[in-house]
């Protein structure tokens, strides 16, 4: 009775596919949501910071601190929008339309004539990253000024330095693209191997349709197959799509070979179809099964795989979770295999890490299917 | 009457939406989670991290550099490298984030008086977290610098910063207001575009249609529960946010909860125009889904709005998170005053306004 037919099973494969290809939602989130979402990552994550607007409180007026205004002024990392006291700028820092205030204090040209010179830099903590830029880029703006001043007096500076010239592998103009579209590429993977195959076959079971196939004598195995082999062809096709897009549009490099990008995505895709499935199953339920697979698939794809937040930052207990995600085995080698190229000895331990939760994924799945109707 | 009528309704529909036992707890339990895991993985610090050097001179200034590197919070550990090409390697395979390299000229040119080049290769796959590791080594490069002159690193005094609103930059701080956006805002869309979803595939909108009840009642029904819900889980976290995670609630609570209102009454305009378009339950989660990410992304949580391109932020504007980002960052740790509530609620009103009305001429057209 559970014996595998290959007509059978030809039908049952037809079916799901024709099934697919006929649903609109199955194309827009196979073939349009991934591309909403490269946008995005390619154009409205930018980690790189442009300018920053900012206030001058000058309280001094010697002319010291007029020049260190124009410095402000004319530097690339500041857009300097408002002058005034303290008090009213702060206005400005809590309603968010500046992000600091330089603050350049009484008698300051009589400390510069002296040597010192120091200025007071309020940033608006709210926003930390934006917070520490400010601090660092007014700092390196003063810097810069009193070198400036030095040399045009003919002061040399003093004792030797150490300086360090870093040199950057793999992407040397530093573009925080070459991460976050390998990273959306792994959560499109997610979508349509977790989010979409919970969704549809729990649809399934809410209406009714998966206890009339149950009644056939189709094989459990069977019929776990036909129902992932389609979206795994839909995945790897929008894969295909993706990594066109990434190249061809964004300008990332391609250094790897094809081959290596198939074997990392087909390998992911085993957990994620096999987390797909065992959820429907386990939960039968449209809802809670959209919203379990936004849980368990794509928010950790997106806080805990390591691509936005360095993994090593995170609390240990936070790191040991991270081991559960098979999103966490796919970053790397799909990261390498663009931006560096063919590395087995990275690419096969993480291949077999994925491999492995799918296995996990689909005896478990395998067991939350009744066989027979209660 | 059509006052009972409408609590019926209201009734009906909290009780649709809450009878489930499971949905229940997929109301609630996600969240909360999602605020624990999420509060402590987001973090743009980098800690922790593993540093290759190869050195091939042998002084005072380079084991000085190594000690302090070695000395660092943010190195967990030193990895000895022997030949370039082991460097390669390590980077390669991610073993490092960084290779230090000291060549044989190192310490001579430090030792007469020149400046000494310290060359570092980092992984550019994590440009993100290798800008950072720089960042750090130039800080070292500085004080080890300093240290064997036993003098201070700098020319003149440097600058004193301030950081207002959050002094010790604590990255929870701007985390946790914004995951209450985020998380709030994703139960409160899902339930609305569901329950409209849910009756129409199962054909009981039709019988909705039918009855009595005003489309006015029917529309008040359905948002009932997604407002309740939102409201129920940001209290929550108002309570949960301070209390355990020490971010202070500085501004009036007679501020948050009308603000609060606000941003679901949009969103849930927002849900109900894409509930009206939709005929399954599934077709409607998608809807929902390419609604809530492209919001949360261009919200100003993963990164500011102010480095997006132009266009982009002007997209943005009609986003209801990325206001209500302002306002509960605002509320939280600024203690924002009702002018500037009100300048960053008024785009909220206006985007409820009209996605409310727009939906309500959809579901009018088709009962006509």
């Not at chain 1, 920053?52 to 410095?71: K, N």
């Amino acid at each position: 009775m559970n014996g595998f037919d290959t007509r059978r099973f030809h039908a049952m494969l037809t079916k799901e596919a024709r099934q697919i290809i006929r649903d609109p939602s199955t194309i827009l989130i196979a073939f349009v949501l991934p591309l909403v979402l490269l946008f995005l990552f390619g154009y409205g994550v930018n980690l790189d910071t442009s300018r920053t607007r900012i206030g001058i409180a000058q309280r001094d007026h010697s002319e010291a601190a007029a020049s260190l205004v124009g410095a402000f002024q004319s530097s690339r990392w500041f857009d300097v929008r408002a002058t005034g006291d303290v008090p009213v700028l702060g206005r400005d820092l809590t309603s968010g339309h500046i992000r600091g205030i330089i603050v350049i204090p009484d008698g300051f040209g009589r400390d510069v004539a002296k040597g010192g010179g120091a200025i007071q830099v309020i940033t608006d903590g709210s926003t930390p990253n934006t917070a520490s830029f400010v601090s660092g880029y007014a700092e390196g703006v003063r810097a810069n000024w009193v070198a400036a001043r030095k040399a045009e007096r003919g002061q040399a500076h003093g004792a030797p330095t150490i300086q360090t010239v870093p040199r950057y592998w793999f992407n040397p103009q530093l573009a925080s693209r070459y991460f976050l579209v390998p990273g959306a590429i792994a959560i499109v993977m997610t979508m349509i191997g977790t989010l979409l195959t919970a969704l549809v076959i729990a649809r399934e079971w809410e209406r009714g349709t998966m206890e009339a196939i149950l009644a056939t004598p189709i094989g459990m195995i069977e019929f776990m197959a036909t129902k992932v082999i389609p979206y795994f062809v839909l995945a790897l096709g929008s894969m295909v799509i993706c990594s066109l897009i990434a190249v061809f549009v964004f300008g990332l490099p391609f250094r790897g070979s094809p081959l290596a990008l198939l074997l990392i995505v087909s390998a992911f895709l085993m957990p994620a179809l096999g987390q797909g499935l065992l959820i429907s199953a386990a939960t039968k339920n449209q809802f809670v099964a959209s919203q379990i697979a936004l849980l368990t698939g794509f928010l950790p794809g997106l806080m805990l795989s390591g691509f936005l937040y360095e993994i090593s930052s995170m609390p240990k207990w936070v790191q040991w979770v991270t081991y559960a995600i098979p999103a966490r085995y796919l970053i790397p080698p799909l990261e390498t295999v663009f931006v560096a190229g063919d590395n087995w000895t990275l690419f096969l331990p993480n291949i077999a890490a994925m491999l492995c939760f799918g296995v996990f994924f689909f005896i478990l799945a395998f067991r939350a299917n009744p066989r027979r109707i209660a | 009457m059509i006052g009972v009528r409408l609590l019926a309704m209201i009734r009906k529909e909290l009780l649709a939406v809450l009878r489930d036992t499971r949905a229940r707890i997929t109301l609630i339990v996600p969240p909360l989670l999602q605020l624990i895991l999420f509060s402590s993985a987001a973090t743009l610090e980098v800690k922790n991290v593993d540093i290759g050097v190869y050195n091939r001179s042998s002084g005072a200034a380079s084991s000085e550099f190594i000690s302090q590197l070695a000395g660092s919070p943010n190195v967990r550990r030193i990895i000895k490298i022997d030949s370039p090409d082991a460097a390669r390697q390590a980077i390669d395979n991610q073993k490092v984030i960084a290779v230090v390299m000291f060549d044989g000229q190192f310490d001579r040119d430090f030792a007469v008086g020149q400046t000494s080049d310290v060359d570092v290769i980092l992984d550019g796959r994590r440009s993100n977290a290798a800008q950072i590791v720089t960042r750090y080594l130039d800080r070292i490069a500085a004080s080890s610098g300093a240290a064997l002159h036993m003098s201070s690193p700098d020319h003149g005094e440097q600058s004193i910063t301030v950081n207002w609103f959050n002094p010790n930059l604590d990255y929870i701080w701007f985390v946790m207001p914004s995951l209450l956006v985020t998380i709030c805002g994703m139960s409160a869309l899902s339930v609305t575009v569901q329950s409209v979803a849910r009756e129409r595939e199962l054909g009981t909108f039709d019988q909705l249609m039918v009855s009595p009840l005003g489309l006015h009642e029917i529309l008040i029904g359905k948002m009932a529960p997604p407002l309740l819900i939102g409201l129920l889980n940001a209290t929550l976290y108002l309570i949960v946010i301070p209390l355990f995670y020490g971010v202070p609630f500085l501004g009036s609570i007679l501020l948050f909860y009308p603000a609060v209102v606000l941003y679901l009454l949009a969103l849930i305009g927002v849900g109900m125009v894409v509930s009206a378009k939709v005929k399954t339950q599934q077709q409607a989660f998608l809807g929902m889904f390419m609604l809530m990410v492209p919001m949360t992304l261009l919200s100003g949580f993963a990164s500011p709005v102010d480095n997006m391109p132009g266009w982009l932020q002007t997209i943005a504007e009609i986003n209801p998170q990325k206001h209500f980002l302002i306002i509960s960052e605002g509320l939280f740790l600024k203690a924002m005053p009702l002018v500037d509530v009100l300048a960053n609620s008024w785009p909220l009103v206006l985007i409820a306004a009209v996605t409310l009305t727009a939906a309500t001429l959809q579901f009018r057209s088709h009962v006509e």
